[in-house]
C-alpha cells in the first residue's frame, strides 16, 4: 500500500507543475490560482457541512487558525511562487528540481524542531538527492534560455514555505483529519488569492479553453490527488520519507514536460532522475533497517526483563523460609 501511495503521490504532485504550464500562457499566476480555489472551496464548504460534519467537531478555534496557516504557507506561498517562476519562463522541470531542494532543509530541521532522528543512511540518500538536483539546475541556467538569475531563487522561497508549513502541521497535539485540513487550505487559498485577484485587477477569467482545461487538470489531480496524499503519507510514515519522494518530482516532471512541451531532456536530465530514484532508495532502505533493529532491540529488551524475572524467582526458591510458627526446628 505505501509503494502503490508513492508512486500515485510522484505522478500527482508533478502534475501540478504541469498544470500550472498549461494555464501560464493564457492567464496572470493570481487569475488562475483564483479561479482554481474559488469552486474548489465551495465545493469542500459544501461537503464539510453535510458530509464530514462529524470530522470537526472537537477542534477549537486556535487548531482552525493553525490549519489557515499551514494553508497560507503550504498553498497560497508555494503555489505563488512556483506559477510566478513559470510565468517568468523557468521550465517546469527545473522548478520541480529547485523546489527538490526541501528534503535537505526539512531533513536538516527535523531534528531541532521535531526531535526526529535522521540517520547516516539518510543522510546520505539526502546528499545523492540534492547532488542529482544541482546537476539538472545548474546545467538548465547556465543554457542561455533568457530567463533571468533572479527567478530562478523564487522556487526557492516556496520550497522554504512549504518546509514551513510541514513543521507547523507536525509540531500540533491535535490530529486533524486529512479532508478537515484541505478544506481549511483550499478556503485560505480562495480567500488570499481573490484578495491578490482584485488588489491587481486581474479577477476576470480568459475564455480559452486552455485555461479552464487547466483549472480542472489542477483542481482534480494536483490538489485532491497530490496534495491530499502529501498529507496522507507524511501522517503514515513521516517528514523524511515523504520529503524524500520530492526528490522523484523533477525528473518525473522533466519527462512530463519533455512530451508535453518539448522542453529538453538531456544527459543532465537522465542522471539527475537516476540520482533521484538512488536517494529514495537508500533512504527506503535506511528507514525498513532502523526499524529492523528497533523490532530487535525490542525483542532483546523484553527477553532480558523476562531472563531477569525468572533469575529473581530461582533465587527466591532457593533461599530459606523464614521459620513460623508451625515450622520444626532442627
Not at 469542500?44 to 462529524?54: E, M, S
Not at 518546509?163 to 507536525?170: G, I, K, P, S
Not at 485532491?224 to 526528490?247: E, H
Amino acid at each position: 500500500m505505501n509503494i502503490l501511495l508513492s508512486i500515485a503521490f510522484v505522478g500527482a504532485w508533478s502534475s501540478g507543475f504541469i498544470g500550472a504550464k498549461l494555464g501560464s500562457g493564457s492567464a496572470p499566476t493570481v487569475t488562475l490560482l483564483m479561479w482554481r480555489f474559488l469552486p474548489l472551496a465551495l465545493v469542500l464548504g459544501v461537503v464539510a457541512l453535510t458530509a464530514t460534519r462529524a470530522s470537526w467537531r472537537g477542534l477549537t478555534p486556535r487548531d482552525l487558525v493553525r490549519q489557515a496557516a499551514v494553508g497560507a504557507l503550504s498553498q497560497s506561498g508555494y503555489l505563488l511562487t512556483v506559477y510566478y517562476a513559470i510565468e517568468l519562463g523557468v521550465s517546469s522541470g527545473t522548478t520541480a528540481l529547485i523546489d527538490g531542494t526541501q528534503p535537505l532543509v526539512a531533513g536538516a530541521l527535523a531534528g531541532p524542531l521535531l526531535g526526529l532522528p535522521v540517520s547516516r543512511r539518510q543522510w546520505l540518500g539526502l546528499g545523492l538527492g540534492v547532488t542529482g538536483v544541482a546537476v539538472v539546475t545548474v546545467a538548465d541556467a547556465g543554457a542561455g534560455t533568457g530567463v533571468a538569475w533572479w527567478a530562478y531563487l523564487v522556487p526557492f522561497l516556496g520550497m522554504l514555505s512549504l518546509v514551513a508549513a510541514t513543521f507547523l502541521d507536525r509540531r500540533s497535539r491535535t490530529d486533524v483529519r486529512p479532508m478537515v485540513s484541505m478544506t481549511v487550505h483550499a478556503v485560505t487559498s480562495a480567500v488570499v488569492f481573490t484578495g491578490l485577484a482584485a488588489a491587481t485587477g486581474a479577477v476576470a477569467p480568459p475564455a480559452s479553453g486552455s485555461f479552464w482545461t487547466a483549472v480542472v487538470w489542477l483542481v482534480v489531480l494536483s490538489t485532491f490527488g497530490g496534495y491530499g496524499l502529501y498529507w496522507l503519507i507524511l501522517r503514515r510514515s513521516g517528514v523524511t520519507k515523504v520529503n524524500t519522494l520530492m526528490f522523484l518530482m523533477a525528473p518525473v516532471t522533466a519527462v512530463w514536460g519533455a512530451l508535453m512541451f518539448g522542453e529538453p531532456f538531456g544527459t543532465q536530465t537522465v542522471v539527475g532522475l537516476a540520482l533521484g530514484l538512488l536517494a529514495v532508495a537508500v533512504v527506503h532502505r535506511g528507514d525498513r533497517h532502523n526499524r529492523h533493529d528497533q523490532h530487535n532491540d525490542h525483542d532483546r529488551d523484553r527477553d532480558r526483563d523476562r531472563d531477569r524475572h525468572r533469575h529473581s524467582d530461582d533465587q527466591n526458591c532457593q533461599q530459606p523460609a523464614e521459620p513460623g510458627p508451625f515450622t520444626p526446628r532442627r
